[in-house]
């Protein structure tokens, strides 16, 4: 994942797909909001009401949590969202969640019915082509991080948000080409750190050789 302070100063795709709502008093459930997500998403929607859903909060950072209005402690392999608003997001960040349980479809279902009419849901994960990557620190093989559990084809996420009665508006391989730029333009210092210890940093070369997809999808606002 891009470092926090790169983070402010562009904006990763996750963010970068709401891009036309920067400046809107809109409200933001961001599902696994870890790696200094929500200071990353207040830093780009400083008018929005954020809230964050994880399994815990114990491993956030002070400045996260008081980045966040409220948040929402929920294990997605086992709990519903009976305790969540229906109707209430404009938008719903799920990147690099999905990947992490068995009954995504579920989840996709019950997170559209929280969305706003009109709402949009952003969902990344890892691609077919991470299952052949090589493996590098911070993840780069599918199988890099043991708590992957299932990977997710860009059809079946597809559709599963169409049954969940969103319309998909963009869905592909992640190719940011700023984050490609930047991956360019730190391989000096990724192969300097292969040669020392034995492993290339893996979040730095997503953008270039596919590691991850990705779907926007909208909510009717019928």
Not at 5 to 16: F, L, N, S
Not at 64 to 90: G, H, N, V
Not at 192 to 216: E, N
């Amino acid at each position: 994942m891009p470092s926090g302070r790169i983070a402010k100063r562009v904006a990763p795709p996750k963010i970068k797909a709401f891009r036309d709502l920067y400046e809107k008093p809109i409200a933001i459930l961001d599902v696994g909001c870890g790696n200094h997500s929500p200071s990353i998403t207040r830093h780009w929607f400083p008018r929005a009401a954020y809230y964050g859903l994880d399994v815990t909060a114990r491993n956030q950072d002070p400045a996260d949590i008081a980045a966040m209005d409220a948040f929402f402690e929920i294990d997605l392999r086992q709990d519903d969202l009976w305790t969540m608003p229906d109707a209430w997001f404009d938008i719903i960040i799920m990147a690099h969640v999905i990947e992490h349980i068995t009954n995504g479809e579920t989840v996709i279902r019950a997170l559209a019915r929280k969305l706003k009419p009109g709402g949009r849901i952003y969902i990344e994960c890892p691609s077919e082509r991470s299952l052949a990557l090589p493996s590098a620190d911070g993840t780069l093989n599918f199988y890099d991080d043991p708590g992957h559990v299932r990977q997710y084809s860009l059809d079946e996420l597809k559709r599963a948000c169409e049954e969940a009665g969103l319309a998909v508006r963009e869905a592909g391989i992640r190719r940011d080409k700023i984050w490609m730029a930047i991956g360019l333009l730190s391989l000096p210092q990724h192969l300097a750190a292969l040669l020392r210890h034995g492993k290339l940093f893996g979040p730095a070369l997503w953008d270039l050789l596919g590691f991850a997809h990705f779907v926007t999808a909208q909510k009717s606002v019928n």
